[in-house]
């Protein structure tokens, strides 16, 4: 028979091993508001769901202090039009800020916002991600386990 603390610790490392990431690349919503009214905010998440960042054909795999990263971007287009923009862009230890002097920014055009994050669907509608619900779940099995 097992104690309560044996269940327990069980039930813990099972949560933490169903949520431990095998060096799986990060995972970014890939979308613009102009091609796609569902991108725009508010977000309505579509399948296939966000995709994996892959490294530009440019520049090799695990490039050394070049990692991904999700962006979210707002951009005024002209008077009238804004668009959103969610991809994966990768940047380097040197050149962390992907939204300041963003490149690609069609001419005539500026920011009006952006931000970029680094946790998998991060650039979505910032539902718990599975490590907010690894923590809750562990704090909620030690709690019941010291209250035992």
Not at 28 to 57: K, L, M, V, Y
Not at 90 to 104: A, K, L, R, T
Request: aromatic residues 6%; glycine residues 6%.
């Amino acid at each position: 028979m097992l104690s309560t603390w044996q269940l327990g610790g069980s039930c813990l490392l099972l949560i933490l091993l169903v949520n431990i990431h095998n060096g799986s690349a990060l995972r970014c919503w890939t979308c613009t508001s102009d091609t796609n009214p569902d991108c725009n905010d508010p977000f309505e998440e579509t399948s296939p769901g966000p995709i994996a960042c892959i490294p530009p054909r440019t520049q090799p795999d695990k490039m050394p202090g070049l990692y991904p990263v999700c962006t979210k971007a707002r951009i005024h287009v002209n008077e009238l039009e804004s668009v959103v923009i969610r991809q994966c862009e990768w940047v380097s230890d040197s050149y962390p800020n992907i939204c300041e002097n963003h490149p690609g920014l069609p001419q005539h055009s500026h920011m009006e916002f952006c931000e970029s994050c680094r946790g998998d669907g991060c650039n979505g509608v910032g539902l718990p991600t599975a490590s907010t619900w690894t923590i809750t779940a562990a704090s909620i099995i030690l709690t019941l386990l010291v209250m035992l």
